[in-house]
């Protein structure tokens, strides 16, 4: 549905929550579109839950521009084709305002062409390789500049790594934030042959072997580390593996980008404390808004629920998502994108995330050492870094930049000072 402006100042100009619902014969509509069954769902269900709790307090507030909202949930399956499937009822069938969703990035790139052909609009909310840039699509989660880089500079300075292991889930995600830390590690003066790159399919168990190649790095003496964008279930076989091999952080550190709190509620994490996270949220944060988030969680969900960073990028999404609807006083797609330029909300850590014109937050990064109840200990904190669209450390990318705000190109070339438009093919 799409709500007039007339009407919204109307319903305000008379106070009258009867009117607003006369004007609201049909509710805002937000798609769900988050796995529950398959290899992804101990990290999408979650994601669910947030949005649905996120609606449930919208709605007690009053609902968005005087309707209540209803979640339209459906259940793409860890099934990549099938995400496509899901959007395009979601937009066709079921009518939706708006979608918040997917987790992987093969799952996005699935869902991109109907996104863009139905003209819908999208809230991702997991760190991503970058190296897209849709009118269609706000990136909440983390671009590489805002994770994976930080993490690597981290490795470098801090812990004093030599040897790099990236290992990674076989798609999109891992293989392209790869090719960016490969090049970028060799711009730093790390060696091609000090760089072990190995891929395993979604749900991958036997890591034996693996792990034997990543300690075999360290042969020689030099400080191994790991750069982990392992997804999914397969993260449980690879961190027992490293418990059955006996291996510390102090012995091989590993930095993941897609391990949180929800992930290590399944493991014994007796045996990984110190391993590392790179996030832009942790559930220990010290912050007073972090204290009513975590207390309205697991009041929705239960005392045993955990927080973790994609369920805070929903939570600056969807209020953002709001707030832009209230200020165009409508729900339409092209009015609530050129109204989300620039809106602000307190991200849940201290300070505050802001909407930039290339459709990504700048947010802090953090880095968290695993502790033995299955938490993070934050050790490293910075200010809000704007997330980058397409990188500095690929010659083809550090070129582009993206602004749909005044230039309307999510690739603007600026050596040729022309607009490349692809649809969906980034």
């Known amino acids: 549905m799409?709500?007039?402006?007339?009407?919204?100042?109307?319903?305000?100009?008379?106070?009258?929550?009867?009117?607003?619902?006369?004007?609201?014969?049909?509710?805002?509509?937000?798609?769900?579109?988050?796995?529950?069954s398959?290899?992804?769902?101990?990290?999408?269900?979650?994601?669910?839950?947030?949005?649905?709790?996120?609606?449930?307090?919208?709605?007690?507030?009053?609902?968005?521009?005087?309707?209540?909202?209803?979640?339209?949930?459906?259940?793409?399956?860890?099934?990549?084709?099938?995400?496509?499937?899901?959007?395009?009822?979601?937009?066709?069938?079921?009518?939706?305002?708006?979608?918040?969703?997917?987790?992987?990035?093969?799952?996005?790139?699935?869902?991109?062409?109907?996104?863009?052909?139905?003209?819908?609009?999208?809230?991702?909310?997991?760190?991503?390789?970058?190296?897209?840039?849709?009118?269609?699509?706000?990136?909440?989660g983390a671009a590489p500049n805002q994770q994976a880089i930080p993490a690597v500079d981290y490795f470098l300075e801090e812990l004093g790594v030599e040897k790099f292991a990236l290992l990674g889930t076989d798609y999109v995600y891992p293989r392209t934030t790869n090719n960016i830390l490969e090049q970028y590690l060799k711009d730093k003066g790390i060696a091609a042959d000090d760089i072990f790159v190995n891929y395993t399919p979604f749900g991958h168990s036997d890591?034996?072997?693996?792990?034997?190649?990543?300690?075999?790095?360290?042969?020689?003496?030099?400080?191994?580390?790991?750069?982990?964008?392992?997804?999914?279930?397969?993260?449980?076989?690879?961190?027992?593996?490293?418990?059955?091999?006996?291996?510390?952080?102090?012995?091989?550190?590993?930095?993941?980008?897609?391990?949180?709190?929800?992930?290590?509620?399944?493991?014994?994490?007796?045996?990984?404390?110190?391993?590392?996270?790179?996030?832009?949220?942790?559930?220990?944060?010290?912050?007073?808004?972090?204290?009513?988030?975590?207390?309205?969680?697991?009041?929705?969900?239960?005392?045993?629920?955990?927080?973790?960073?994609?369920?805070e990028a929903h939570y600056i999404g969807f209020n953002m998502w709001v707030n832009a609807a209230t200020e165009a006083g409508t729900t339409d797609v092209d009015a609530v994108r050129t109204a989300m330029y620039g809106q602000e909300f307190p991200n849940l850590t201290g300070g505050t995330a802001v909407m930039l014109p290339n459709h990504h937050l700048a947010k802090p990064v953090l880095i968290g050492e695993i502790t033995a109840d299955g938490q993070f200990d934050i050790i490293s904190q910075t200010k809000e870094v704007p997330g980058d669209a397409w990188t500095d450390f690929l010659p083809d990318s550090a070129k582009l930049v993206s602004d749909w705000k005044e230039l309307g190109c999510g690739m603007f070339n600026t050596e040729t000072e022309t607009c490349v438009q692809l649809t969906s093919n980034y």
């Open 207 to 311: 890591w034996a072997t693996i792990v034997g190649d990543v300690v075999a790095l360290g042969e020689d003496g030099k400080q191994v580390g790991v750069i982990s964008t392992i997804n999914g279930d397969a993260n449980i076989g690879f961190y027992k593996e490293l418990a059955a091999a006996d291996i510390s952080a102090d012995d091989i550190p590993v930095v993941a980008f897609s391990v949180g709190e929800e992930e290590l509620s399944g493991l014994d994490t007796s045996n990984l404390v110190g391993h590392l996270a790179a996030w832009n949220y942790f559930q220990s944060a010290d912050t007073p808004a972090n204290t009513e988030f975590i207390d309205a969680w697991k009041a929705f969900a239960g005392d045993e629920r955990v927080t973790n960073d994609p369920m």
């Open 38 to 140: 398959g290899t992804m769902a101990i990290s999408e269900t979650t994601l669910k839950d947030t949005m649905l709790m996120l609606i449930e307090k919208q709605n007690a507030a009053g609902g968005v521009l005087g309707c209540q909202i209803e979640a339209v949930v459906v259940d793409p399956a860890s099934d990549w084709p099938l995400f496509a499937e899901k959007a395009r009822e979601l937009l066709t069938v079921h009518d939706v305002d708006v979608i918040f969703g997917n987790w992987t990035s093969v799952s996005r790139k699935s869902v991109l062409p109907v996104i863009e052909e139905l003209n819908g609009l999208l809230f991702y909310p997991v760190q991503y390789e970058g190296e897209e840039s849709s009118k269609n699509v706000f990136y909440t």
């Open 2 to 36: 799409t709500l007039k402006f007339s009407s919204y100042v109307t319903a305000a100009v008379l106070g009258s929550a009867a009117m607003a619902a006369a004007e609201c014969a049909d509710p805002v509509k937000v798609g769900v579109l988050h796995s529950l």
